[in-house]
């Protein structure tokens, strides 16, 4: 051919989602209302500690460092119609990554970890040991839509926004970004592969920053001055 005839042709432009997010008051009441539910924990890593869906559901004890308070994101739960695999590596390269957690977080896993000892109690022979930390009652990876029907349910106990299971992870970037989290470390936690793509994501739904940055601006400058 003399020429490329698809060089003429404009691609469409990606358009970008419009999340739904959890204010920050609405966060406790949240977790107050999920409290003593099966699927807490799945939850609380995904709201808290900005953990994907999958990620959440692949997560095992293995993973975890309880000595160096690290939670390791190095495999997923892929599910597909009736069959469920938990595969090495996450949806990039930058999503294999080490989460910083803290006291809370520790606790909230080590009460996850005895009510996993309570299945495997009750289940006895018929408990599938992946060695999960948040598995179903009989040890088996939660089914994504079971987990969704559970936190729509507790969404409506609690009577927060209706957000979907990978918009907790949204929720908690949108409330850091505007708390003034360090961008760096926030798009690493994320998993994002650099720092542009937090800030695309995320600047757009906090008003006024721009303003904020003009202002420290000033203050900077203004010292200058005799």
Same mark, same amino acid.
């Given at each position: 051919?003399?020429?490329?005839?698809?060089?003429?042709?404009?691609?469409?432009?990606?358009? &970008?989602?419009?999340?739904?997010?959890?204010?920050?008051?609405?966060?406790?009441?949240?977790?107050?209302?999920?409290?003593?539910?099966?699927?807490?924990?799945?939850?609380?890593?995904?709201?808290?500690?900005?953990?994907?869906?999958?990620?959440?559901?692949?997560?095992? +004890?293995?993973?975890?460092?309880?000595?160096?308070?690290?939670?390791?994101?190095?495999? #997923?739960?892929?599910?597909?119609? @009736?069959?469920?695999?938990?595969?090495?590596?996450?949806?990039?390269?930058?999503? #294999?990554?080490?989460?910083?957690?803290?006291?809370?977080?520790?606790?909230?896993?080590?009460?996850?970890?005895?009510?996993?000892?309570?299945?495997? @109690?009750?289940?006895?022979?018929?408990?599938?040991?992946?060695?999960?930390?948040?598995?179903?009652?009989?040890?088996?990876? +939660?089914?994504?839509?079971?987990?969704?029907?559970?936190?729509?349910?507790?969404?409506?106990?609690?009577?927060?926004?209706?957000?979907?299971?990978?918009?907790?992870?949204?929720?908690?970037?949108?409330?850091?970004?505007?708390?003034?989290?360090?961008?760096?470390?926030?798009?690493? &936690?994320?998993?994002?592969?650099?720092?542009?793509?937090?800030?695309?994501?995320?600047?757009?739904?906090?008003?006024?920053?721009?303003?904020?940055?003009?202002?420290?601006?000033? @203050?900077?400058?203004?010292?200058?001055?005799?």
């Amino acid at each position: 051919m003399p020429r490329d005839i698809a060089a003429q042709i404009e691609s469409p432009k990606l358009l &970008k989602t419009n999340h739904k997010i959890l204010k920050a008051e609405e966060v406790n009441l949240l977790l107050t209302a999920a409290k003593g539910d099966p699927a807490y924990c799945p939850i609380y890593l995904g709201l808290i500690c900005a953990m994907r869906e999958a990620e959440v559901l692949g997560l095992r +004890w293995d993973d975890v460092d309880f000595d160096n308070y690290i939670i390791q994101v190095v495999r #997923t739960l892929d599910h597909e119609d @009736d069959h469920q695999a938990i595969t090495d590596g996450t949806k990039t390269s930058a999503g #294999t990554r080490a989460i910083e957690i803290d006291d809370e977080i520790v606790e909230v896993l080590l009460a996850q970890k005895r009510l996993v000892e309570k299945y495997k @109690d009750v289940a006895g022979e018929l408990y599938h040991d992946n060695n999960l930390v948040c598995p179903t009652s009989i040890g088996t990876p +939660w089914n994504p839509s079971n987990l969704r029907r559970s936190l729509y349910r507790i969404i409506h106990k609690a009577g927060v926004t209706r957000v979907k299971f990978h918009e907790l992870r949204h929720s908690h970037a949108s409330i850091s970004v505007k708390s003034g989290a360090n961008i760096k470390a926030l798009s690493t &936690k994320l998993g994002h592969s650099s720092i542009r793509v937090t800030l695309d994501m995320y600047s757009h739904v906090i008003p006024g920053m721009q303003r904020e940055g003009l202002a420290k601006f000033r @203050d900077e400058i203004n010292k200058t001055r005799s």
